[in-house]
């Protein structure tokens, strides 16, 4: 049964993770949403413990570095959920105003983004 709230959009953005107890870790934020995320990291998280992602957005035409804080909700061998504390964070709406990558030949391509 879904339980999430509003739309999840597929990304692919590298995040930098901090967990409670310190721990540091980097990962891929693979969906995203108004209300939580799903990355997939090595990190090893516990239920119900704050995470703060850390990443990139653009701001008046520059990047400028965000932190989202919210509580992992779910563990896999593959990653974490995260429900975010505030509704609808200003750094995940930049992350969801951006047009979505677009396909080539069955390559994500994301505009401005030079390589592999």
Do not use: Q
Not at 9 to 19: A, C, N, P, S, Y
Not at 54 to 68: C, D, K, P, Q, S
Not at 88 to 109: C, E, F, H, Q
């Amino acid at each position: 049964m879904e339980h999430r709230w509003g739309h999840r959009r597929e990304i692919d953005k590298g995040v930098r993770l901090k967990l409670c107890d310190g721990r540091t870790g980097f990962g891929r934020l693979r969906n995203l949403s108004v209300t939580g995320a799903w990355i997939t990291t090595d990190l090893p998280g516990r239920p119900l413990s704050v995470v703060e992602v850390g990443f990139t957005r653009a701001y008046e035409n520059r990047r400028v570095l965000a932190h989202e804080s919210g509580m992992i909700v779910r563990i896999a061998w593959h990653g974490l959920a995260v429900e975010w504390f505030e509704f609808a964070p200003a750094g995940v709406l930049a992350l969801l105003a951006l047009p979505p990558p677009r396909l080539v030949t069955g390559r994500a391509v994301v505009p401005g983004r030079v390589g592999k």
